[in-house]
């Protein structure tokens, strides 16, 4: 019966939006500069392979979780296109960010800008040889930090954003590595404003809180 308690009020406190087409739903970011949801939606025939070479961003009101307005884009190299559409971060200025594997090992990490009417994106020069686990699962943002956070399963990377201009300014010292035994999928993970880790899992669905700000 407390187990049942414990449920009903987790419940009481979540509020739930109307449904519509979301892709894998763990690029939902809060951009702190203008307090704006956003949610990358990737839309797949099947895993890792999109019906069209468009991308589309949503912008959500966050008191009635709807769909504000939808923006679609190509992301494009000279004549490439350039997957995206399974996280998003914004940092406190507002800027975009998000994180791919072109290969096994190796991470890219794209920043940008997201507004009304206009995507870009560009790629920054600081290529990690070796990501964190082996999945592309969540990204986030500390404030406190000003770190950004790739998640993978029961593993995450964490690199200051002053180094993401220019070429090689990103040293192996400045990349911090946490490698968690939980056997379980990490869906998302956010900051408090004084830094405290939020962490969504998966098997079974938890919400867990970090008990230290300068992670």
């Known amino acids: 019966m407390a187990h049942v308690g414990a449920k009903l009020a987790a419940q009481a406190a979540v509020k739930v939006g109307p449904a ?10 809060y951009n702190g500069h203008n307090h704006q949801l956003y949610l990358w939606c990737d839309r797949e025939k099947k895993a890792a392979t999109p019906i069209n070479q468009y991308g589309y961003i949503n912008q959500i009101n966050p008191k009635t979780l709807k769909t504000r307005y939808q923006i679609r884009f190509r992301l494009k190299t000279w004549h490439f296109a350039v997957p995206g559409g399974h996280v998003l971060a914004f940092d406190r200025r507002g800027r975009a960010y998000f994180w791919s ?19 870009h994106f560009r790629l920054t020069h600081q290529v990690l040889k070796h990501g964190p686990g082996s999945h592309v699962q969540s990204m986030g943002y500390n404030p406190h930090t000003n770190r950004l956070y790739l998640v993978a399963d029961g593993s995450i990377a964490s690199l200051p954003i002053s180094k993401l201009a220019g070429k090689g300014h990103l040293t192996s010292r400045q990349v911090r590595w946490t490698r968690l035994a939980s056997k379980r999928e990490f869906e998302g993970l956010t900051f408090t404003k004084q830094g405290r880790a939020i962490v969504l899992s998966n098997h079974n ?11």
């Open 20 to 29: 519509f087409v979301t892709g894998h739903g763990q690029s939902l970011a």
């Open 205 to 215: 669905p938890e919400v867990l809180m970090g008990n230290r700000t300068a992670w």
């Open 101 to 119: 594997r072109p290969t096994s090992q190796t991470v890219y990490i794209y920043q940008g800008s997201v507004s009304r009417h206009h995507v």
